[in-house]
């Protein structure tokens, strides 16, 4: 069992820079998959990044290309999303998920992963 521990949300203003972390449980950090999804109130849960345990091709939502960075520090065994350029669309609760894989696969959908942290809420407001 992997236990995912989110932080660093708030409330910032729009065009503000907000860096979230996921800390993760398990010494086989660098075997997992891991993505950030978002969900706002009575939306769906969607994708926002996801990067396989190489670091090497993340991808991302259209929505926040350009403006967020996913990355990972396999020996700290924590993945970041830094937030910049933040608008109101970009409020909602971010969750991290992790996925066993030890290959370069990556999903945007939720059912693949297997395990999921229990959110942090990002509030975008001026």
């Known amino acids: 069992q992997v236990q995912l521990v989110e932080s660093g949300g708030g409330t910032v203003q729009p065009g503000d820079s907000l860096r979230l972390s996921c800390a993760a449980s398990?010494?086989?950090?660098?075997?997992?998959?891991m993505a950030w999804f978002r969900q706002a109130p009575e939306k769906e849960r969607e994708v926002v990044a996801t990067?396989?345990?190489?670091?090497?091709?993340?991808t991302y939502a259209d929505s926040v290309k350009g403006r967020f960075l996913i990355s990972r520090d396999n020996v700290k065994t924590t993945v970041y999303l830094d937030m910049s350029s933040l608008k109101p669309e970009d409020a909602a609760v971010y969750y991290c998920?992790?996925?066993?894989?030890?290959?370069?696969?990556?999903?945007?959908?939720?059912?693949?992963?297997?395990?999921w942290g229990q959110g942090t809420r990002v509030t975008v407001s001026s």
């Open positions: 990067i396989a345990w190489s670091g090497l091709n993340p």
């Open positions: 998920a992790a996925k066993l894989t030890r290959t370069q696969e990556l999903s945007h959908r939720p059912e693949w992963y297997d395990y």
């Open positions: 398990t010494r086989a950090f660098s075997a997992y998959a």
